[in-house]
């Protein structure tokens, strides 16, 4: 028996075969636009997956069946007019072209949006209670209300059925319409819909009937489940395993997909899509738990990032199919390398949620370290060699944007030496993986070391590269991504020339040791500020966290800030908003920060032991300035081409001199994401 042979024993779910046992899970992509229909883009995306292996993908996370269901805030697809039809048989052709089954989620979310946009709808909820996360009020669902969202989702399914779709799932689960009907948390309703087990069941029970009665029996209807609300006064596990139970037995439903956490607050919303601070499938046990009771099929999909994770789930009977949504982003063609013998060539998810927290921000889905996904219409996903001859290119700087760059170019069949001044690649990945709540990052700098060293590009750790160094490798293209240093003299009054601060970089790293009574201005509010203050904290340190925006770490998404507000309160970690670093001076052995409200203008002191300040990255120029002036191309780009929806045709300099570029942070701070794009679109066409 091959060692991955049960994620490959093909399954059915009603009258579908489906080839494999992983699944793409519903997620918000997006990427449809238009008033809702998927585009060009949005049918790419799933292609790509279905070209890679996978069994089956179940898109349009919170498609809408209602107009009173606002959609428009995250571009989701719009079920509630045939206009849907042909542009999902699009979709449906090209995923069964490759051999995969394509369903699409159908949902009403009640209260879970937002009322003040677009066509400024009025929220419905079985009571009139308002919904944390998104501040939404909704007035109490009439009767007739019920009665015509019930037919909108017949409809719904009725338009996914004609255009060729192979299912719909029924989504009861992140606090959406149906199960805000479930639990007594939210339905305090005394008339047949509220109060008993089976009045609160019922608005569930009569979608699931007339959805069947639209679609016939042969159709796959299924419906996703969570597996405990985790609230004291929510449902609980023993509750969805009664809720499962009673639907199951209706013959109506065939398959349950299943994930741990309601999502109704930012605690429990984290929990619903873990980050990379959780274990591997944290609840895989309630989904296990709500198979002992059905009968039908059960999905589970709730970081599983890796072929060994998924087997062992599968092998042990735990659920019947696995959701791997996250890693099929960060590599769609994970199915055909585990076929292929190519574990180890794998893009494994590490789980940095950026794909989600810019969902949650109204952002296009994107992967923070496969810049080629879901830009499927203009970024390759497989690099082919170049038709032309093979030059040689230097590349300065080991970090993302640098290893992306040796990457590519070596795929495409040119000599790539790639210098790097520490002893190992990573850069700023490396800093960012010795924060407690963020180890698991560095797997982005495995991959490419691994596939460094599998296209034999020349690596040399430990080598500063300067101007003559670089000429002595008579290179045909130079590209620069040395990134930045840490920006902490920009305000003369911090004291950074006199060392009075210091960097978060200094502290991560671990060049200075931290002191015992801390205060940490972040003026940036993403990862870094968050991280030094969480890993001062876990070191003993007292911590005053400090920004000048509206709170620590406004700019981490919602995913995400809730793992790091959960670790600094418990460590006691005092956050101060509104708030600006004005200026340090040393008192005897202590320091003092002078903190100036931003509102007010009133000013505190702190004594402290530390001033740590995160104050973005300057880039480094001085390589750039250098070689300038004696570049083919003066550092200079074809911003139109680089920019252009289609690929651009390769290189024609050769023996001219050198050619010149920069990427990543020594252009100016971005993210990793924006780092690995740079190289990806400058080198593809190389």
Same mark, same amino acid.
């Given at each position: 028996m091959g060692q991955f042979d049960a994620l490959f024993q093909p399954?059915?779910?009603?009258?579908?075969?489906?080839?494999n046992r992983v699944v793409s899970t519903a997620h918000a992509e997006v990427h449809a636009t238009d008033g809702g229909m998927p585009t060009e883009r949005y049918v790419k995306y799933y292609e790509e997956k279905a070209k890679g292996g996978l069994g089956l993908a179940i898109c349009g996370g919170s498609s809408v069946v209602s107009i009173d269901s606002p959609q428009a805030w995250w571009s989701s697809v719009n079920l509630t007019t045939d206009r849907v039809i042909p542009y999902l048989q699009d979709l449906a052709q090209v995923m069964h072209k490759h051999g995969a089954k394509i369903m699409i989620? !159908?949902?009403?979310? #009640?209260?879970?949006?937002?009322?003040? #946009?677009?066509?400024?709808?009025?929220?419905?909820?079985?009571?009139?209670?308002?919904?944390?996360?998104?501040?939404?009020?909704?007035?109490? =669902?009439? &009767?007739?209300?019920?009665?015509?969202? =019930?037919?909108?989702?017949?409809?719904?399914?009725?338009?996914?059925?004609e255009a060729g779709l192979d299912g719909v799932e029924i989504s009861a689960v992140h606090q959406h319409l149906i199960d805000q009907f479930w639990s007594p948390r939210v339905n305090k309703?005394?008339?047949?819909?509220? #109060?008993?087990?089976?009045?609160?069941?019922?608005?569930?029970?009569?979608?699931?009937?007339?959805?069947?009665?639209?679609?016939?029996?042969?159709?796959?209807?299924?419906?996703?489940?969570?597996?405990?609300?985790?609230?004291?006064?929510?449902?609980?596990? /023993?509750?969805?395993?009664? =809720?499962? *139970?009673?639907? /199951?037995?209706? @013959?109506?439903?065939?398959?349950?997909?299943?994930?741990? *956490?309601?999502?109704?607050t930012h605690t429990t919303l984290a929990n619903a899509i873990p980050n990379m601070s959780y274990p591997p499938e944290p609840f895989l046990h309630l989904a296990a738990g709500i198979k002992e009771v059905v009968t039908v099929p059960v999905i589970h999909a709730q970081n599983i990032k890796d072929p060994t994770q998924a087997q062992r789930i599968i092998e042990g009977g735990y659920v019947d199919f696995v959701g791997m949504t996250r890693a099929f982003m960060a590599d769609p063609h994970l199915i055909a390398k585990v076929k292929m013998g190519q574990v180890d060539q794998i893009r494994q998810c590490v789980g940095a949620n950026y794909c989600i927290d810019r969902q949650y921000q109204g952002l296009d889905v994107l992967c923070v370290q496969n810049a080629a996904m879901a830009r499927e219409t203009t970024m390759p996903h497989v690099i082919e060699p170049t038709a032309g001859p093979r030059r040689k290119v230097v590349v300065v700087g080991g970090g993302p944007a640098g290893m992306e760059a040796a990457r590519v170019c070596a795929e495409r069949g040119h000599e790539v030496v790639l210098f790097e001044q520490a002893p190992d690649l990573? @850069?700023?990945?490396?800093?960012?993986?010795?924060? &407690?709540?963020?180890?698991?990052?560095?797997? !982005?700098?495995?991959?490419?070391?691994?596939?460094?060293?599998?296209?034999?590009?020349?690596?040399?750790?430990?080598? &500063?590269?300067?101007? +003559?160094?670089i000429m002595a490798e008579a290179p045909d293209v130079v590209i620069l991504a040395v990134g930045g240093t840490p920006f902490i003299e920009q305000v003369p009054e911090w004291g950074a020339e006199d060392g009075l601060v210091v960097s978060s970089w200094d502290i991560l790293s671990g060049k200075v040791e931290a002191g015992r009574n801390v205060l940490v201005y972040d003026t940036i509010c993403e990862f870094s500020g968050m991280s030094t203050a969480d890993l001062l904290a876990a070191r003993g340190s007292l911590v005053e966290l400090v920004t000048d925006d509206t709170k620590p770490g406004v700019a981490v998404g919602g995913t995400t800030f809730p793992s790091y507000y959960?670790?600094?309160?418990?460590?006691?970690? =005092?956050?101060? +908003?509104?708030?600006?670093?004005?200026?340090?001076?040393?008192?005897?052995?202590?320091?003092?920060?002078? %903190?100036?409200?931003?509102? *007010?203008?009133?000013?505190?002191?702190?004594?402290? /032991?530390?001033?740590?300040?995160?104050? @973005?990255?300057? +880039?480094?120029?001085? %390589?750039?300035?250098? %070689?300038?002036?004696?570049?083919?191309?003066? #550092?200079?780009?074809? !911003?139109e081409a680089l920019y252009a929806a289609a690929p651009q045709p390769g290189l024609s300099h050769r023996g001219e001199g050198f050619l010149l570029y920069r990427i990543g942070d020594c252009v100016s701070q971005r993210n990793i994401y924006a780092a690995i794009y740079d190289a990806l679109r400058l080198c593809k066409d190389f």
């Open positions: 399954m059915n779910i009603n009258q579908l075969t489906i080839r989620q !159908i949902t009403h979310m #009640g209260r879970r949006s937002r009322w003040d #946009g677009y066509n400024w709808s009025t929220l419905l909820s079985p009571s009139g209670i308002r919904e944390p996360v998104h501040r939404a009020t909704s007035k109490v =669902i009439e &009767p007739e209300d019920i009665r015509r969202i =019930i037919g909108d989702f017949a409809q719904a399914a009725r338009r996914v059925k309703r005394t008339d047949q819909w509220g #109060g008993s087990f089976e009045n609160r069941m019922r608005f569930g029970l009569e979608v699931l009937k007339a959805v069947r009665a639209e679609v016939g029996p042969d159709f796959a209807v299924g419906m996703r489940i969570c597996g405990d609300e985790f609230h004291a006064d929510g449902l609980n596990h /023993d509750d969805m395993k009664q =809720i499962a *139970s009673y639907y /199951d037995n209706t @013959g109506l439903v065939d398959f349950f997909g299943v994930i741990g *956490s309601g999502a109704d990573g @850069g700023q990945i490396t800093l960012a993986a010795k924060a &407690p709540q963020r180890d698991q990052i560095a797997g !982005i700098t495995r991959w490419f070391v691994l596939e460094l060293a599998r296209l034999k590009v020349d690596v040399r750790l430990t080598t &500063p590269a300067d101007m +003559p160094t959960r670790s600094l309160y418990e460590r006691e970690v =005092i956050m101060t +908003p509104d708030t600006a670093l004005h200026r340090v001076y040393r008192e005897g052995d202590k320091l003092v920060a002078v %903190l100036e409200n931003e509102y *007010s203008g009133q000013q505190e002191e702190r004594v402290v /032991d530390q001033v740590v300040v995160e104050n @973005g990255v300057r +880039p480094d120029e001085r %390589l750039y300035w250098e %070689l300038k002036a004696d570049s083919v191309n003066q #550092g200079q780009i074809d !911003i």
